[in-house]
């Protein structure tokens, strides 16, 4: 059987440009695949090809897939150039860092919309189902790496790729299907830049407002914030800075309950500034020390947890079944973390213990799984109707020990969103940059503020944390963790091998599709109900 496959090397997606052009979106996307997990980038070369990180298709696929005797003796793991290949211990420590964000902060949120007993089943369930299509993903880059010929695939690429070899009713759909994942990707990582705002903001007012101590206790305060913020809100990354000493002090003469936006313009200037660093090598070294912050400040968080912690009967085993589709996106959001597993399994030295029994993956993602389980069964229990967006926020405002987590978290989140900024930005400086002539570096500085201020402005309009998150879970990784693996599985099994005996794997990929489209709508009606309802209300 012959497949058609075009040259990808033009515009079937934002990143699709020559191979010549793409050395600085490889350095991009490796360093943000590591943000939490990894000090530093992975560098792989293929046959002189970089190989994609995480989006974008930038490596030329074949005009022809060679005969099937070829296709079946081509070893696309033989033909890596790998200057520093990971080990499996190596490449299980950096998933779990990647996996170990402070989405876990808000699985307490997550259980309290969906109870105790329900919110342990489901999780391991959508875990489950996360790892699930991990493995899938994984297992056709390996097929359409032989179809093709090509060391390794980013998560784009695989799109193209399987869109490009499947049926020929979908063939004219590659560019479309490459160009999908990277929007979803850009959308996302601009939301969880929102959201880090929105986290830094709430969890820097609430930290000042209510500090009692006398003018020492508060330098103290100050000082910490000189080097790093404090906040305490719900989901994924923080930011801190210089600007939070500034506010403090003001919070401190004045006595004033300003609005949290004000936090929030406030905080501007100095994320425009960070945001102005177009070297990510000048960033690598806050990976490292975001890493060690998250781990320390949740441990703890634990050490809060397990005080007093009341009777099991104290909380509903199961909510309502209108907070469901919160749950749904808080712990989609939280637990699924596709965008690194290409690089990861792309840099290992022996890339077939990735996702082997019980493989690289598979241990992992049980760790993770129990961990985040574990952090939202156990901080709804403790903390029942008052458990707020991030964990952090429950913890007692009179103990500089607790008070602490908050600027751990804070420092975390605000290094975070510098990383996390870079790849939203490479992609629309890529499809932009030919505009602007001699006058592209100013145009990219201009660019970066506008985007930055856009961020700013969202968080603004959007300062209810909860339901942000859940819209960002349910809309983006619902489709990139969820929908797009089962549909490239068919694309890529649709003529060879084959659907299986009754078709079984089209009957199972459009089940978990369906269930991806169920957290999609649900989630996004549910969490725009209540955004439209939060809208434009004072945050106390």
């Not at 695949?33 to 980038?41: D, L």
Request: with cysteine.
């Amino acid at each position: 059987m012959e497949y058609k496959l075009r040259a990808a090397t033009k515009t079937t997606s934002l990143l699709h440009t020559p191979t010549k052009n793409i050395n600085s979106v490889d350095t991009v996307l490796h360093l943000v695949a590591t943000t939490f997990f990894q000090c530093g980038q992975y560098k792989c070369e293929t046959n002189g090809v970089p190989v994609t990180a995480l989006v974008g298709s930038t490596t030329p696929l074949v005009e022809k897939l060679a005969p099937e005797d070829e296709e079946m003796g081509y070893n696309p793991f033989e033909h890596r150039k790998l200057s520093h290949p990971t080990s499996d211990m190596d490449t299980l420590i950096h998933l779990l860092k990647g996996s170990l964000g402070s989405g876990i902060l808000a699985m307490p949120l997550a259980f309290y919309n969906s109870g105790l007993l329900f919110g342990v089943l489901a999780t391991f369930v959508i875990g489950f189902i996360c790892t699930y299509c991990v493995h899938v993903l994984v297992k056709c880059a390996h097929i359409l790496c032989r179809r093709t010929q090509v060391p390794s695939l980013g998560f784009a690429e695989i799109a193209e790729a399987a869109f490009l070899a499947g049926p020929p009713a979908v063939q004219r759909l590659s560019g479309v299907a490459s160009a999908t994942i990277n929007w979803f990707l850009g959308i996302d990582l601009l939301g969880c830049c929102c959201v880090y705002i929105v986290f830094v903001a709430k969890n820097l007012k609430q930290l000042y407002l209510d500090q009692e101590g006398g003018l020492g206790t508060y330098m103290v305060f100050v000082v910490i914030h000189t080097y790093g913020e404090v906040t305490d809100q719900q989901n994924v990354s923080g930011d801190n800075s210089l600007t939070e000493s500034y506010m403090a002090v003001v919070d401190f003469y004045t006595d004033d309950h300003w609005d949290l936006r004000i936090y929030m313009v406030l905080m501007m200037p100095v994320l425009i500034a960070i945001n102005m660093v177009r070297n990510l090598k000048y960033l690598a070294p806050l990976s490292m020390i975001a890493n060690l912050l998250i781990a320390t400040g949740l441990a703890i968080t634990f050490y809060y947890i397990f005080s007093d912690m009341p009777a099991l009967e104290t909380r509903p085993n199961f909510s309502t079944w209108h907070q469901l589709p919160l749950f749904f996106g808080t712990a989609i959001f939280a637990l699924e973390g596709i965008g690194v597993v290409m690089p990861l399994e792309n840099n290992m030295k022996t890339p077939t213990h990735f996702v082997g029994c019980p493989g690289v993956l598979n241990i992992g993602m049980f760790v993770v799984v129990t961990l985040y389980t574990s952090v939202g069964f156990f901080g709804y229990l403790k903390y029942g109707d008052e458990t707020k967006g991030s964990i952090t926020l429950n913890l007692p405002t009179e103990e500089v020990l607790a008070q602490s987590v908050k600027v751990m978290i804070a420092v975390a989140i605000f290094f975070t969103y510098a990383l996390q900024f870079y790849v939203p930005m490479e992609i629309i400086w890529k499809a932009v940059n030919h505009r602007f002539g001699a006058h592209k570096l100013t145009a990219e500085y201009i660019i970066r503020i506008v985007l930055v201020i856009a961020t700013v402005g969202i968080a603004a309009a959007i300062p209810n944390l909860g339901p942000f998150i859940s819209l960002v879970g349910a809309v983006c990784l619902s489709t990139l963790g969820i929908m797009f693996p089962a549909i490239i599985e068919l694309v890529t099994f649709w003529e060879d091998p084959g659907l299986g005996r009754f078709n079984w794997v089209l009957w199972k990929n459009l089940a978990i599709i369906l269930f991806g489209v169920l957290g999609f709508v649900t989630g996004t009606y549910s969490s725009i109900d209540e955004i439209v309802r939060e809208f434009g209300t004072n945050i106390e």
